[in-house]
């Protein structure tokens, strides 16, 4: 579990905190296997035991002062008893984890007979869309044969198809058998059967171990549904007009429906890839694309605020279905036409799943992401838990949870694994803040309740050969992390305490939910604003502003933050962000639908792969083998003035090699792959969570366009006020300005 904190020292109080204009929070990533700086937790037994705060629930940990009945609570400093168990383990702190560690991992009593316990397999079903090309199911074909190597023995699979109607196959006997059955046509109408009258679920779900290869041939006969069947069944529209065929919404309810009645028996998580290759249109839950086009004819207002928000409710309460249901689903977009994933997207993040869109089928990363995703280790039916001292409480929460109905600052996480991230932000819960002089310093404890799939051969004992077949096991775990703060004495201490990669995931949180509100526009203001308050903080904080002739015209404003290294990417971050798809205008030529795809992918992402998400890391090679420089600012006169031949940019889900015009010929292109390049690319693209594309791009002879298009501290375009493209130099003149206006 990795916390890292907007600033390392707490603001003394809540004036100290409004006064530093910073974001005061956390990023959590619960699941990741150790902390940010690389330990690991205290692994344990009886979770269950562990003593609990009477007053405020918190669990006893290596802070808290214990005596010989008692201990005293570190976050609220509550007096608690122990009982006579609990005194005698104490006795041998050694034999416990929560003595030796304040990050540990302990293991709980699963509910229910042993029995029950012992059932629970992997399930997993893909959903195809047959309304669509050749290549798009070629791709398809190709991604789910990955998958079928990355899933582990014991796992159960079930292939499913919908178009007009839906396909559900059959695999387990020597032909695949596949059984259809329509849609209504009606955006109220639901299915006229069920599924599991069309077919067993346990006939529908098979065993990969065995079926594989059947899987793969039923796969081979997957066609697109041809206009001719689609136009009789949907019959013509007006005048001729096809009306589609993709009856996603009524497909997905009634795979839920069908799954629902095996969860808790055949499995605790089923997760179901759902691939998409357009937008719904028919049955219940298709959406109106029109207002893709209609956008502008919204009269005056601002026309990417008109395609943010979700047009149709549907989506949304089919996510609560899937949760009931033990489902979790993954959106696979491969469209470039508009498909409305802002309603759609409810479907993925409120039931634990990722949302994933690719333009086109040629470059699709698409069969590498499936790989990825199931060959690494997932948590489910996720509790989180953030508790703090009294001084201070947990604001707003942000990533893709699902809030407690009764409980505060508990979040649900259907499925997560090692990468997922959250962000709280804080408040005082009082004005007198942190004392000076008290010795009970800030406190943090945060506790995540998980489930994990334990495979059977991590089970078994050597030597002991079972006649039944192998059979998963559930493990429900308590993680828990206790941290103490400092608080910050003065500014400079704050100030000096920074990390501006937390403060940029803060941010973003909730520039998304400021554009998601009130539109695209009031998301640019919002950060502007930030930035412009922050640098009038602190140089009124350093006593900087320095008025020549007395005027506050020619002021000097410090907008680099010169005396405050911490500080000083932060400009540059904001003025990335500024660039970044995720809050260009539409009229720039982002679509509404990568813009959605961004905000789910970063809502997600940890603090580090965010920042080279918004602005990427360029780095210096003089010859494969050797690093020159480890850090250039995206700009061409950087890469003038290094003078080396070779450049490698990592922007997270783009990786480019590019050797300048001026390289020396008998440096070997494209870099071989024993090299230290070629080593550092592998190690990070194996590190990440979406497979990153990698181009190799050679200066003057290869088209340079998608390397210079990173390279955005330059100034393109003419331009003044926000709207424009505006290079780095003249953001900062822009900046002072306001600055200026905002101290008068």
């Known amino acids: 579990m990795a916390v890292r904190a907007t600033m390392s020292r707490f603001p003394m109080d809540p004036d100290a905190q409004e006064g530093s204009g910073l974001p005061w929070g956390v990023t959590v990533t619960p699941f990741a296997t150790k902390d940010e700086n690389g330990n690991s937790p205290v692994y344990g037994s009886d979770g269950h035991l562990l003593p609990r705060c009477e007053n405020c629930w918190a669990y006893f940990n290596t802070y808290c002062e214990l005596e010989q009945w008692a201990w005293n609570c570190s976050l609220c400093g509550t007096l608690n008893g122990l009982t006579s168990e609990a005194i005698t383990r104490y006795s041998q702190p050694q034999s416990c984890a929560e003595m030796m560690s304040s990050f540990i991992d302990l293991e709980l009593p699963v509910e229910g007979s042993e029995g029950e316990a012992m059932q629970a397999r992997p399930v997993y079903v893909a959903a195809i869309d047959l309304s669509s090309s050749e290549e798009f199911l070629e791709l398809i074909k190709s991604s789910l044969l990955a998958a079928l190597e990355a899933l582990g023995p014991g796992a159960l699979f079930g292939l499913a198809t919908f178009s007009h109607k839906i396909g559900l196959y059959d695999v387990q006997g020597p032909v695949p058998v596949v059984k259809n059955v329509f849609v209504p046509a009606d955006s109220d109408a639901s299915l006229p059967i069920e599924l599991e009258d069309v077919m067993p679920l346990l006939s529908f779900l098979a065993p990969v171990e065995t079926c594989k290869d059947r899987i793969a041939s039923a796969l081979e006969t997957l066609k697109p ?8 069944a949907a019959g013509q529209g007006l005048d001729g007009i096809l009306l589609g065929g993709r009856g996603f919404g009524v497909a997905m309810e009634a795979l839920f429906n069908y799954l629902g009645s095996e969860y808790g028996s055949t499995f605790a998580l089923a997760r179901v890839f759902a691939f998409l290759s357009g937008p719904p249109d028919y049955g219940a839950g298709q959406l109106d694309t029109r207002r893709y086009g209609e956008q502008y004819a919204s009269k005056g207002e601002d026309a990417d605020r008109a395609l943010l928000p979700e047009q149709t409710p549907f989506y949304k309460d089919l996510a609560a279905v899937a949760v009931q249901a033990g489902v979790c689903v993954d959106i696979f977009a491969v469209t470039n036409e508009y498909t409305d994933l802002a309603s759609l997207k409810f479907l993925s993040i409120e039931s634990g799943g990722s949302l994933f869109l690719y333009s086109n089928t040629d470059d699709s990363t698409l069969p590498q992401d499936m790989y990825r995703m199931l060959s690494r280790p997932y948590a489910f039916g996720c ?22 109905p009764q409980y505060e600052n508990v979040q649900h996480i259907i499925c997560c694994d090692s990468y997922v991230t959250y962000a709280y932000d804080f408040d005082f819960a009082n004005t007198t803040g942190f004392s000076r002089h008290t010795s009970e310093p800030p406190m943090l404890q945060i506790a995540f ?3 994990v799939v334990v495979p059977p051969d991590e089970l078994s004992t050597p030597g002991s050969v ?9 493990k429900r775990r308590l993680r828990i992390r206790t941290l103490q703060y400092l608080s910050a004495q003065n500014s400079s201490e704050l100030y000096d305490s920074v990390d501006p990669e937390v403060v940029l995931s803060v941010l973003v949180h909730k520039v998304i939910l ?13 950060l502007h604003d930030w930035l412009v308050i922050l640098i009038a903080q602190y140089n009124d904080a350093y006593k900087l502003l320095q008025y ?4 506050s015209t020619t002021a000097h404003v410090d907008v680099a933050f010169s005396q405050c290294p911490q500080l000083q990417p932060l400009p540059r971050l904001v003025f990335a962000l500024l660039r970044n798809p995720l809050l260009r205008f539409h009229e720039e030529g982002v679509h509404p639908d990568y813009r959605i795809y961004l905000q789910c992918l970063f809502s997600a992402l940890e603090p580090s792969s965010l920042h080279r998400a918004v602005y990427p890391v360029l780095t210096s090679y003089s010859t494969p083998e050797k690093q020159a420089y480890p850090r250039h600012s995206l700009s061409r006169a950087a890469l003038i003035t290094s003078g080396s031949p070779i450049f490698f940019l990592d922007a997270f889900t783009t990786l480019i090699v590019f050797y300048s015009s001026t390289a020396d010929p008998i440096l070997p292109y494209p870099p071989p792959h024993d090299c230290l390049l070629r080593t550092t690319i592998n190690k990070l693209k194996q590190e990440r969570s979406i497979t990153p594309k990698l181009l190799f791009i050679r200066g003057g002879q290869d088209d340079a366009t998608a390397f ?15 709207t424009s493209v505006m290079g780095f130099v003249s953001f900062l003149e822009d900046i002072t300005r306001s600055v200026l206006e905002y101290m008068k």
């Open 449 to 451: 309740q998980y489930t």
């Open 548 to 551: 020549r002739n007395g005027s």
């Open 514 to 526: 400021a554009s998601l509100e009130q539109g695209v526009r009031e998301g640019r203001m919002l």
């Open 383 to 404: 509790i989180l838990r953030l508790r703090t001292s009294s001084e201070f409480r947990p604001g707003n929460s942000y990533g893709h949870f699902f809030p407690d």
């Open 225 to 232: 549904t041809t206009s001719w069947e689609r136009t009789s």
């Open 466 to 474: 079972s006649a039944s077949r192998p059979k998963h096991c559930l």
């Open 708 to 722: 210079e298009n990173y390279l955005i501290e330059e100034q393109d375009v003419e331009g003044s006020g926000l």
